[in-house]
């Protein structure tokens, strides 16, 4: 049985925003159960099933480990690391001047009602315009 913690895609997020993970199980006899090893311990006790999520709060690179056990009760494990990036604020400094004006804000601010990002970057775009980090 061939599994892949990551279905052979690297896998990247942002800290401290969740990271979709998903499973993959080539042969044995299905159906099949998922155990996550997330924090590479050893323990496959951090989450269960085919499609999960997780984050990271620090920018770093981590392992992670899926093992599968088929309905016969054979099992196969496999390891993919994670990169996991910090989130750059200053995307929006449209105008390159380092400084973060209100039609930044009022972008990222859009961004999010569209859908194209999330409240947490918004909030890092406003903290930036009001001086702070």
Not at 14 to 42: F, K, Q, R, V
Not at 70 to 87: K, L, Q, R
Not at 98 to 106: G, N, R, S, T, Y
Request: hydrophobic share 40%; charged share 20%; glycine share 10%.
């Amino acid at each position: 049985m061939y599994v892949s913690p990551s279905d052979g895609d690297t896998v990247q997020g942002i800290a401290g925003e969740e990271i979709a993970l998903s499973g993959l199980a080539i042969g044995g006899i299905p159906p099949y159960t998922y155990a996550w090893d997330l924090d590479n311990d050893g323990e496959y006790d951090d989450a269960v099933g085919k499609d999960i999520t997780h984050s990271w709060g620090v920018a770093g690179t981590y392992t992670i480990s899926l093992q599968v056990t088929d309905s016969a009760c054979v099992t196969a494990t496999d390891v993919a690391p994670v990169i996991v990036s910090e989130w750059d604020p200053w995307v929006y400094d449209a105008d390159g001047d380092d400084a973060m004006e209100i039609k930044e804000v009022l972008n990222a601010i859009s961004d999010y009602f569209a859908g194209e990002t999330t409240l947490a970057r918004v909030l890092r775009v406003i903290r930036l315009y009001f001086g702070g980090q």
